[in-house]
């Protein structure tokens, strides 16, 4: 299994980007996903997380600007950020517990390989 994240980049205080991360491989289900984000000199941090139910959980300092999604039969999420800020700036990482098809009673933990997302004007 491989978790595949993009859409990071360089964008200017006040605007917008859409981070998506896919999830590949033999999967039977997967069950909460989130982003995490890690800026220099911190503890990587959870920004927002998704069950496959679609109940979302956001970290304070993103709540109303961030929105969280998945998709459960394409396996891929998403974080649309809006009104980006400085401190936003981040690797920001995506994150999935992963039930294999080959082994139903087994989860994984599995990480993207981040994205960086500048926020800089």
């Known amino acids: 299994v491989q978790l595949q994240a993009s859409g990071g980049g360089l964008v200017q205080p006040g605007g917008s980007l859409r981070l998506s991360c896919a999830a590949s491989?033999?999967?039977?289900?997967?069950?909460?996903m989130g982003w995490y984000r890690q800026a220099p000199g911190k503890q990587r941090e959870l920004v927002a997380a998704?069950?496959?139910?679609?109940?979302?959980n956001y970290a304070d300092s993103v709540k109303g600007r961030f929105t969280i999604s998945r998709d459960n039969a394409k396996n891929t999420m998403a974080l649309q950020m809006n009104s980006l800020k400085p401190e936003d700036t981040a690797v920001y990482y995506c994150n999935a517990e992963v039930i294999p098809a080959s082994d139903y009673a087994t989860r994984y933990d599995y990480w993207g390989q981040g994205t960086q997302v500048t926020v800089s004007s």
């Open positions: 998704i069950t496959s139910g679609g109940s979302t």
């Open positions: 491989g033999s999967i039977f289900s997967i069950n909460e």
